[in-house]
C-alpha cells in the first residue's frame, strides 16, 4: 500500500473525536480516491490495493441500488388514480407480440376450483368440488386477455344452480369482458350415484368422472358432456378355450377379463335436458357389466355370471354404445372412446367410434387412452 493510500485510510478509520474527519472531508476523500483509481483497470486495481477498490466498489452498489423498505404495507391502500399508473404488459399494444402475428384459439386458466350446486334426477340439489377451465379467443393483433377477467366472470354465477343456461350467461359475460369472438367453459367433476349389489341387497356410492362443456362459436352456442363408464370386459375368444379345456380335456381354465374404460361424449340438442344419471344409466343398459362397489360372496358369484352372459370385445363395446346413443332423440353428436387395459397382455385393446361432425379428427392426442385408466 503506498503513503497516499495509508495516509487516507488512517484518516478515514480513525475515531477519535478529536481528529476525526468531516462528513465533507470523507466525501471530498471518496472523491480524490475515485479519481486516482479511474484512469487503471479495475482488476489490476484491486490486486495491488484490494481495500481501497472494495471501498469504491461498495460505495458505488449502495448509490445505485437504494434503500427499499423490507416492511409489508398493510395500511396502504389503492385508488383509481395509483391503478392507472400499475403497468400491464399482457395488455399491452400488438407491438409486444412476440412470434407469429397469429390468432389464438384457446386462452384462458384451467383448473380453478370451486363449490358448485347440482340438481340430481332423483333427488334434490347436491354441492359437489368443480375444476373450471374457460377460455376466449384471441385475435392476431391483441397481445393478451387479463386472465383474471375470467375467474371474476365465473364467480358472478357460481352461486347459482347449474344449468347449461348459467354456463351460457358465463359465456356471454366473458366474451363482452374480453372483447373475444369465441368462449369455451369446461367443468370437471365426480358424481356420486347409489349403485345396488348384484343379490345381497348392499348399495353404495359409485363416482363417475364427468365433464360439461358450453362452446360459443361464431354465435352459435354447443352443450357437450362427457362421462367415463368403468366396466369390466370378459373376452369372448378367451371364453370358448376356457370352454373346450373344459369339455375337451377336463381341464379348469379361466378366460381372462379386465377392467374397462369408455369415455362417451355426447352434443345435447338445443332445449333438451339430460341428467347425469340419463346418460350412465344408458351405458350400463349397453355394457351392464359395470365395476361394482359393495359385494359379498353371492354378489362375487352373480359377477362372474354376468360377464360369462356379456362377453364383449372393444370393438363390441364401442357399437354396444352407439346402439344406446344413436336413437335418443336428445342427442347429437357423439364420441365413444374404449379401452380394454388387458389382462392378456402387455398392451391395451383400443377403439374409437364417433357420429357426425363435432367429435370427427383425424389426429388424436398422443396421452388419449393413457387418461382412460381407472385408479381405485
Known amino acids: 500500500m503506498n503513503t497516499f493510500h495509508q495516509d487516507i485510510v488512517a484518516d478515514l478509520a480513525s475515531d477519535t473525536t478529536d481528529d476525526r474527519p468531516s462528513d465533507a472531508a470523507a466525501a471530498e476523500a471518496l472523491q480524490l480516491l475515485r479519481r486516482w483509481a479511474a484512469p487503471s483497470d479495475m482488476m489490476a486495481f484491486a ?53 407469429a402475428r397469429s390468432s389464438i384459439q384457446h386462452v384462458g386458466i384451467s383448473n380453478f376450483r370451486l363449490p358448485i350446486r347440482y340438481n340430481m334426477r332423483d333427488n334434490g340439489p347436491l354441492t359437489l368440488e368443480t375444476a373450471v377451465t374457460g377460455t376466449v379467443s384471441l385475435e392476431a393483433e391483441k397481445k393478451g386477455i387479463n386472465m383474471s377477467r375470467i375467474m371474476r366472470s365465473f364467480y358472478k354465477h357460481a352461486e347459482k344452480t347449474f344449468s347449461y ?90 378366460p381372462h377379463s379386465q377392467r374397462s374404460v369408455a369415455r362417451i361424449s355426447v352434443e345435447i340438442l338445443p332445449g333438451e335436458c339430460l341428467w347425469f344419471e340419463d346418460l350412465i344409466d344408458m351405458c350400463n343398459s349397453a355394457v351392464p357389466t359395470e365395476t361394482q362397489v359393495m359385494v359379498k360372496r353371492e354378489d362375487e358369484q352373480a359377477f362372474a355370471e354376468l360377464n360369462a352372459a356379456n362377453p364383449i370385445f372393444v370393438e363390441d363395446a364401442a357399437r354396444l354404445f352407439c346402439e344406446a346413443l344413436q336413437d335418443d332423440p336428445r342427442i347429437g353428436d357423439f364420441r365413444i372412446v374404449a379401452s380394454h387395459q388387458e389382462s392378456l397382455h402387455s398392451h391395451d385393446a383400443i377403439s374409437v367410434l364417433t357420429r357426425g361432425e363435432t367429435f370427427a379428427q383425424a389426429s388424436f392426442d398422443p396421452n388419449l387412452f393413457a387418461t382412460l385408466y381407472h385408479v381405485g
Do not use: W
Not at 48 to 68: C, F, H, Q, S
Not at 185 to 213: C, D, V
Open 165 to 254: 343456461e348459467v354456463m351460457a350467461a358465463a359465456l356471454d359475460d366473458y366474451k363482452a369482458d374480453l372483447e373475444s369472438f369465441d368462449a369455451r367453459i369446461q367443468m370437471r367433476l365426480s358424481f356420486p350415484m347409489k349403485r345396488n349389489s348384484l343379490r345381497s341387497g348392499l348399495e353404495g356410492y359409485q363416482y363417475y368422472k364427468i365433464a360439461l362443456e358450453m362452446l360459443c362459436q361464431a354465435g352459435v352456442k354447443r352443450k357437450i358432456a362427457h362421462v367415463d363408464y368403468v366396466y369390466s370386459s370378459t373376452c369372448p375368444c378367451s371364453l370358448e378355450l376356457s370352454e373346450h379345456a373344459r369339455q375337451s380335456r377336463g381341464q379348469l381354465a379361466t
Open 47 to 99: 490486486e495491488r490495493n484490494p481495500e481501497t477498490a472494495a471501498m469504491i466498489l461498495a460505495e458505488g452498489r449502495d448509490k445505485a441500488y437504494p434503500n427499499l423498505s423490507r416492511e409489508y404495507p398493510s395500511k396502504f391502500a389503492v385508488d383509481a388514480g395509483y391503478i392507472k399508473t400499475l403497468p400491464d404488459l399482457q395488455n399491452g399494444p400488438s407491438s409486444l407480440i412476440k412470434g
